[in-house]
């Protein structure tokens, strides 16, 4: 397994004008780097934009409480609504199953964190995303142990490595299929 020093960097390795999927999208901030660094020629982002949300950015510091169904429709909604390559989607994870087997070049996961969550997130996104492309995530840390778990849980129920983690203080992990 490889170190890369953060998650924006580790976007390098995906290729240019693909298509994938960010599971989780809270303020779009990393959907943003995603647009600018990998030039999706479609980019598909999940969330389903509750009215309360907490998070803390890339490396878990400035926890904030956000009323994301506000942010979604007066911010993002705006933001993207004339992208092509941007479909916003107010749905959860799971509705990733509407694309057929393979349909993806890779995807991002940072939704739900229980180990359930990100164990169906992964499980969909194995059959989603084309054989040799990859399956991405954040809060791989033992802070967020359900991640933890669901992570070497996939790994060693697929037969699969890890090829990248990141050195953020909540580290991304990069799987390729």
Partial sequence: MDRIET?????EILPKHSIGAELGVFKGQFSDVILEVVKPSMLYLFDKFPKRARSGDKDGKNIEQVNLLEYYENVLVPKYRNMPNVTLLKLPTSEAERFA???????????????????????????????????????????????????????????????????????????QL
């Fill in 7 to 11: 998650r924006d960097m580790m976007l």
């Fill in 101 to 175: 087997d393979g349909h993806l070049d890779w995807c991002y996961i940072d939704a739900d964190h229980s180990f359930e969550g990100v164990m169906k997130d992964l499980n969909l996104m194995k059959r989603k995303v084309k054989k040799g492309g990859w399956v991405m995530g954040h809060d791989f840390t033992p802070r967020t142990i359900g991640v933890l778990r669901a992570v070497e849980q996939f790994l060693a129920d697929n037969n699969l490595e890890m090829q990248y983690i990141t050195n953020d203080r909540c580290p991304s992990f990069a799987i």
